[in-house]
């Protein structure tokens, strides 16, 4: 999934994953990966927020629409 969001071939990816092992060592790899997952719940978690808040201001423009 992330490599489709900034188009990495799969060649480019193993590179990165090397540095990433040789870098912070097999004992840091799991609290990189619960960082990074911890980091896309936050984005989730804010992205529903704002999907929310604008559903909820376009029902509030719909109901005082359909008052007048």
């Given at each position: 999934?992330?490599?489709?969001?900034?188009?990495?071939?799969?060649?480019?990816?193993?590179?990165?994953?090397?540095?990433?092992?040789?870098?912070?060592?097999?004992?840091?790899i799991?609290?990189?990966?619960?960082?990074?997952?911890?980091?896309?719940?936050?984005?989730?978690?804010?992205?529903?927020?704002?999907?929310r808040?604008?559903?909820?201001?376009?029902?509030?423009?719909?109901?005082?629409?359909?008052?007048?």
């Amino acid at each position: 999934m992330i490599a489709l969001l900034f188009d990495i071939s799969g060649g480019e990816l193993l590179v990165v994953l090397v540095f990433i092992l040789i870098f912070f060592g097999a004992k840091g790899i799991p609290d990189i990966a619960r960082g990074m997952g911890r980091f896309m719940r936050q984005v989730r978690e804010a992205s529903n927020e704002v999907q929310r808040e604008i559903h909820k201001g376009a029902n509030e423009i719909r109901r005082t629409t359909e008052e007048h």
